[in-house]
């Protein structure tokens, strides 16, 4: 501890703070243009000079000098003063000062400044630059003639987003803020450089001459698609979102966004939104009607299948997008007052890895990690994840940790990807085989005896079969089927088993649809043969694809399990439900997404419930998903676009956007954070949370509870994981359940695993499943890209802009066998269908494997894929 | 005793002074000032505040650049602006309405346009049969 003095206040701060952090924590303020908490002390701009007594003579830079003991500063004295107002004299020299038309007026640093050190003529005089100003790059725009210089942006983009898109380009005078000749940008569009320039240097587009700062209103709610969980901040003028920012003093994301986050959210007033209930009438159509018909059909609609067939032949499935309190009433609705188990959610496939696979060997469905131990882990591992791509937010702090920490990482990937480039160790496997790669680990480890064993045999079970069972990995057998080598192997296990803060982190979801259940047994396994699971800042992230992947497992929209993991068939836990709810649950578990859509095309299931899904575009098999969605006597989805599914309905209900309503998402971390209204809703929709209410009093059950705050205690009652949610104290921060603490502390398997039955469940895979067909040589990878999330962020013509559909992605050694070049169209086809697409040349694509995103409707990748989660094969013709 | 009423007196004449010489001017020795209104029109002061104008420049260009300084400073809030971007990424203002009815005409917006767009004119015939009548929009203030 340092102990100084600021302006005549004690403070007391950690060895190695700056001057600048020291002032920070004394209150007192110093202004900064090139500071930023987030980044590495820069020292270009010199706003920030102090007078420290022990080095006088000369004043110091506050941000980048480090404070020592007995200090004493002033930071305001007249020579201080005097030093700033010259630096801002200088700055303006250059500066055009176009503030009426520039949209950083009003919150400008440099506007700022110049008002508090009263600034009313400049001494220097010169003519300005005029520069041109780049109106040519999507989503941003790039001023230099605003720009002080002050290199945040530039830094951002490498030190968090790991870009590196822009820089200084030239020397003294003449120098810029540019990307690389002189280029329009092409980078991640995260938006992180435009949310730290102090300056109008770098503005949104989006938000270009629309609003000035002081007119919005600002609410904080959670983005709405990936389970990073970001903290957004609306920009609200009227009725419509005029901008989103970060704020860097709140959330998990402290400020950080992605494309997504930033700029996805012009859907929300897409002309294309349905702003009234529709249903299909005699001749097939579907025409607008008004809510109280709409919902007295779909009422009688469920009743009369309901009546001729019985519950069970009723489903329901719901996306993992609708709040907790959404998602709890859904599945109330269908187990109240439908009486049918036949619930569930995101395909049935995303969620198997955390359910199947971390309950069956841990015991919880859920991630015992925060982004705070990824930020600060000293191993990262990622397993089967671009999660720079699908939860860009985590890859910054990967980034971070790596760059700034000296964070080993190490990266398992089928085809190179972006953390590559900062990898410790790069194993780039063959096409799905992972798990051969993690059981060729666990057997290095374990003949190597690197494993922790105190934990295992202390705390776990099935070690011997597993140790049997993985006998077989040994170095040449694993390199002949992933083709990594033995030196690779060898090294990542020593890394893994150091007994430091590891993580391990791996992505799910629709897009990425393999045998998720092993992939999270298998890592599982790693996880306590190396014992950091139940290890503080260790752990595994099984990140979930949707902004409530996790919640919407908690709330139970699965076929087997009630709100908070208990077990239908569990007479008790059924009972608490029964008595709370006033009605009978079936006690035997319902049918799965796949199931029932199966079940639709025998005859099983008559009737369906879909809210927020889409299966046409997203599920696998879609000429499968069509023909079950007309076998069915009754079709009910609620959405906010008639998606290609709401065109096949009997009735179509029209939803509320995360923007118009409140409720609460529980991220990947298990943090339970709350959504803010800030837009009055569309007229003509309701939110889901209101629809399941009326729905269900036409069904004559009635809901008792009808705002999300009525819901949310509701479900404290019933659920122990949420009782200590409640809105009073959810905050800012959230809370994380089954943490004590408001989640400072991570104990959901307790020290050493102490509080979980945890078990070895040996996994292997069918290796001969990989081996492509003679007529479809080429392995087809489907995935999810940078600027989309599902199927609703392509409704956001800004991230259509800058990531576009339509192609498909091969290896240059693939095109040049095929003959083919960029851009050219070609028919892609497996044994269940066709689609036309022009081709990407992209060198990071591993040969043997094309790759095609599957949120597109106007690209149909799942016309070409099966349900039953083994590869998918293709072939590819000129078009 | 006398002499205190008449200092009163006068003290009293002085401070009417002025009135008075009104008075004379007004009857006796002038005509009289009330106006025969709306036969007879008022000349106001020049710098009387009435109806604001949104000027053009010698191009005819709109001064305005639509940077919404009048409408922040406005204690009534009568002035709404939508902004928007022209073809020449210039900054417009799409919409730009003034709600006579509710201004106080305190000249703030005038003091606080950068640029010099907005003026205030000696317009004080400002009645209307409805109150739409009373919204200005951009066309009715950039009149000529
Ligand atoms: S950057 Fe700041 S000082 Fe410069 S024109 Fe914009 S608002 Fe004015
Ligand atoms: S938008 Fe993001 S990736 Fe692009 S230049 Fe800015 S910080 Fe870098
Ligand atoms: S563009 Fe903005 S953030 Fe980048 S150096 Fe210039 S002023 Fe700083
Ligand atoms: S999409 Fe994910 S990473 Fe991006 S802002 Fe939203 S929550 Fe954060
Ligand atoms: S202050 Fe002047 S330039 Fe700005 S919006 Fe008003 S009239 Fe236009
Ligand atoms: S903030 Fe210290 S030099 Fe810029």
Known sequence: MLSLTIDEREVDVKEGATILEAAEAAGVYVPTFCYHKRLMPFGACRMCVVEVEQMKGRLVPSCSTPATNGMVIHTNTAEVRKARKTLLELLLVHHPLDCPVCDKGGECKLQDLVYEYELTENRFQDSKFGYPVDYYSPLIERNTNRCVLCGMCARVCDEVVGVAAISFVDRGFKTVIGTNFERVLNCEFCGE?????????LTDKLFKYKARSWELKKVNTICSYCSTGCTLTLGIKGNSIYRIIGDDTIGVNKGSLCAKGRFGYQYITSPERMNSPLIKNEAGELVRVTWEEALERAAKGFTEVKEKRGAEHIGGICSDRLTNEEVYLFQKFMRAALGTNNIDHAGGFSYSGLLKGFKSSLGYAANDITLNDVRCADVIFVVRSNLSETHPVIGYQVNMAV????????????????????????????????????????????????????????????????????????????????????????????????????????????????????????????????????????GIGFLGEKCNSQGTLDMGALPHLLPGFEEVSDEKARNAFEEAWKTSIPSQPGQSALEMFEGAEKGSINALYLVGENPVVSYPDTAQTIKALESLDFLVVQDLFLTPTAKCADVVLPAASFAEKSGTYTNFERRVQKLNCGLNKLEGVKTDLEIFGELSLKMGYEMNTSTPDEVMKEIGTLVPLYTEVNYSRLGEEGIVWGSPNGGKETTLYGEKLSKVKARFIPVEVDEAMLEPDKDYPLLLLVGSVLFHSGSLSTKSPELDQVGPGGWVAMSMEDARDYQLTDGQPVFVRSKRGEIALKVKINKKQTKGTVF????????????????DLRPTFVEIRKG | MI??????????????????????????????????????????????????????????????????????????????????????????????????????????????????????????????????????????????
């Open chain 2, 3 to 144: 002499g205190s009423i008449i200092k009163h007196i006068w003290a009293l004449l002085c401070g009417l002074r002025e009135t008075l010489w009104y008075f004379l001017k007004t009857t006796i020795l002038g005509k009289p000032i009330t106006l025969m209104y709306p036969e007879e029109k008022w000349t106001p002061y020049p710098r009387f505040h009435g109806l604001h104008k949104l000027l053009r420049d010698d191009n005819g260009k709109e001064k305005c650049v639509a940077c919404c300084l009048c409408a922040a400073v406005c204690p009534a809030q009568c002035i709404t602006i939508e902004t928007a971007e022209n073809e020449n990424n210039e900054k417009y203002a799409s919409s730009y309405q003034i709600d006579i009815s509710r201004c106080i005409f305190c000249g703030y917006c005038v003091e606080a346009c950068p640029v010099g767009a907005l003026l205030m004119t000696g317009e004080y015939e400002l009645a209307e049969y409805t109150r739409e009548g009373m919204l200005y929009n951009k066309e009715r203030l950039l009149r000529e």
């Open chain 1, 403 to 538: 760059k700034r920490d000296e964070s080993q990482l190490i990266v398992a990937s089928d085809k190179t990807i972006k953390l590559n480039k900062l990898a410790a160790v790069s194993l780039t496997h063959k096409p799905g085989t992972e798990i051969v790669l993690l059981n060729g680990l666990i057997q290095a480890i374990i003949s190597e005896n690197l494993y922790d064993k105190e934990l295992v045999s202390s705390s776990t079970e099935g070690f011997e079969q597993l140790k049997a069972k993985t006998a077989r990995y040994g170095f040449d057998y694993v390199e002949k089927i992933t083709g990594i080598k033995e030196d690779k192997i060898r090294e990542t296990a020593r890394l893994l088993s150091q007994n430091k803060k590891v993580c391990i982190l791996v992505s799910a979801g629709l897009g990425i649809i393999s045998d998720d259940e092993k992939l999270a047994q298998a890592v599982a396994n790693l996880a306590m043969l190396t014992g950091m699971v139940g290890r503080k800042g260790s």
């Open chain 1, 852 to 867: 095609i995103p599957y949120h597109f409707e106007s690209q149909p990748v799942n016309t070409l894929t099966s349900k």
């Open chain 1, 193 to 201: 450089c435009v949310n730290i320039c102090p300056v109008g240097a």
